[in-house]
């Protein structure tokens, strides 16, 4: 049922504590009683009967935290060369590690993306100038109008080359004068990625045909790949299953060999030959690797307050942000996401086409450019348009700092009051609550957290917890580094 997001101001909280808090407590206590049955069931998966873990679990789990080297051999490793020869990470959990094994990682593990685009970048063509084509810069842009652009590499010739291309802004090729533009794509958290992959594609078109009468300016699409399927994962929806995610990362962070995928290199289109590569894992460890992503545990609701959050679910609905963060999608409860396509304006402007995405992205339709009436907008149809984003879940949103797909956020009430385009409105309507009303939003965010530790394991040692630390938006602060009140079961 859709909510009248009536304008609220100051007195909002006074007239949900009269007449609309009970409803809201018992809807939420009613989902809380669901997500933890499900999580229960999910903390489970790759476990027997009386918890024992099976051993196919535990060779996932192994791969996951397995720490890469070069030229590594060994079983399951049929003439791979290990680590590299490009790569961000020697391993899994190197980056996915905030809030546990799986979570997600901090400003530092940002993925470097290049962008290709047609005109001139704003700087003086002489100063950051590559001559030549394209692929000569850097293979990856064969196919493609976007690349990851490695930190490490396991040849220092490789590694003074990456070095070379971050400092050019420009290329002139035969034809043309191209800009170069380098943005960063932060580290998602896996927990409960196997639940999202079971969405069925009926439940995401459903979402996409739903309207709002209300909200005109809310037209959510989902992500259609070239290949005719369905994105559900990654910042611009360009995966559509886990698998294809989980291997796109084997090749893209660590450069390894993985059926389907080539690692990454920085070798010409002479110079590659794909019969010369060995695979650095074979089908059926990429499976066991796979499983156990799938297995990790769906994130966890901790009131952070007996009352409060309760209060601020219906904050979040009255203001409109369960819009498209929806709580419940298909089967999923909890996830706080349609995993749609949403304009966020020019402020996210940003025309990478997608990492792990199809080698060439599908045909777009920038609507940036619409009045924001919802009325003769052009729909595009393809992949993410620059300004278009997937929805991110919140489920775990507590334990995930800093925020947004580039880490531009340090705290939540940042990452929501720089929503724009389709979200502007619901930003606006954040920015005028009172202080209590405020408080309240964010103390049902900071409940959506990381699941605990499976039984028998604890968090990694020094491993982040990628909280919101800064100050609450009514003025408490938080203590030793956690927020006010909140994170008492770490």
Known sequence: MHRDRREVGSG???????????????????????VAASGAVAAGAGRGARGTVSREHSVGHDLFVKIWTPAETGPGRPGGDGLGPLYNADSCVACHHQGGVGGSGANDRNVTILTSSAGTPGLPADVFLFKGELEDLHPG??????????????????????????NYHTAQTRDDLIALARTERSTPALFGAGLIDTIHDDVLVEAERRKY???????GRVARLKDGRIGRFGWKGQTARL?????????????????????????????FDPAKLGLDLDRADCNRLTSFVRSLPRPAFRPVDPIAP??????????????????????????????????????????????????SPGPVVDKSGGTGDGEGRPQPTGEAAPTEWRTAPLWGVAASAPYLHDGR???LDEAILLHGGEAARSAARYARL??????????????LTAPPPPPGRNRPRGMGIGLDSRPTPAGGMAAAGRPAGCCNFL
Request: with cysteine; aromatic share 6%; net charge negative.
């Open 141 to 166: 842009f064969r196919g493609r109008s976007s690349v990851v652009l490695h930190r490490e590499s396991t040849s220092a010739a490789d590694k003074d080359r990456l070095v070379k291309i971050r």
């Open 213 to 219: 009468p209300g909200s005109p300016e809310i037209s």
């Open 434 to 447: 009172g202080r209590e009303e405020r408080s309240a939003l964010i103390a049902l965010l900071r409940s």
């Open 310 to 359: 309760f209060a601020g679910r219906a904050v979040f609905e009255a203001i409109g942000c369960a819009t498209c963060h929806t709580p419940t999608l298909g089967p999923v409860d909890g996830l706080y996401s349609d995993l749609l396509l949403h304009d966020l304006g020019d402020r996210f402007r940003d025309s990478g086409s997608g990492y792990g995405g199809s080698e």
């Open 12 to 34: 909002f909280v006074a007239d949900v504590a009269g007449r609309g808090r009970p409803p809201a407590v018992a809807i939420a206590l009613a989902a809380l009683a669901v």
């Open 243 to 271: 698998d294809d995610f989980v291997l796109a990362a084997c090749s893209n962070e660590l450069g390894l060999e993985v059926p389907g995928h080539h690692q990454a290199s920085l070798a010409s289109a002479k110079e």
């Open 409 to 411: 956020a340090r705290t």
